[in-house]
């Protein structure tokens, strides 16, 4: 692992999450944003912001976009919101507004 970062308490679910980065998984670092800007889900861009901060992690230790790649990318289930909303008959249903937390590790291409 050459660098990480962490993006917590996402607000969208972590199953949403795990369609979109499922795509970028092991791949190098300008493709994946490529993919990323090319993705109709919302969660693209929170996504995204959060590569874009490992990247300039691993800019910061002298490489350059072009020597690595995502080793490492999970979603995690962050806390759920609980709130209620009105049913028939006077009950109130729970509602689960869910968190992700977002975790990237890049490594170097091996060539």
Known sequence: MIAKANGRYIRVSPRKVRQVIDLIRGKDVGSALGVLMNVKKSCSELVSKVLKSAISN???????ENQIYI????????????????????????VLKRTTHLKIELDLLTK
Do not use: N, V, Y
């Not at 990318?73 to 109130?92: L, V």
């Open 58 to 64: 691993a800019k910061q230790k002298g490489l350059s």
């Open 71 to 94: 080793s490492k990318i999970t979603a995690d289930e962050g806390p759920s919101w609980q709130r209620f909303r009105a049913a028939a008959f006077g009950r109130a249903t729970p």
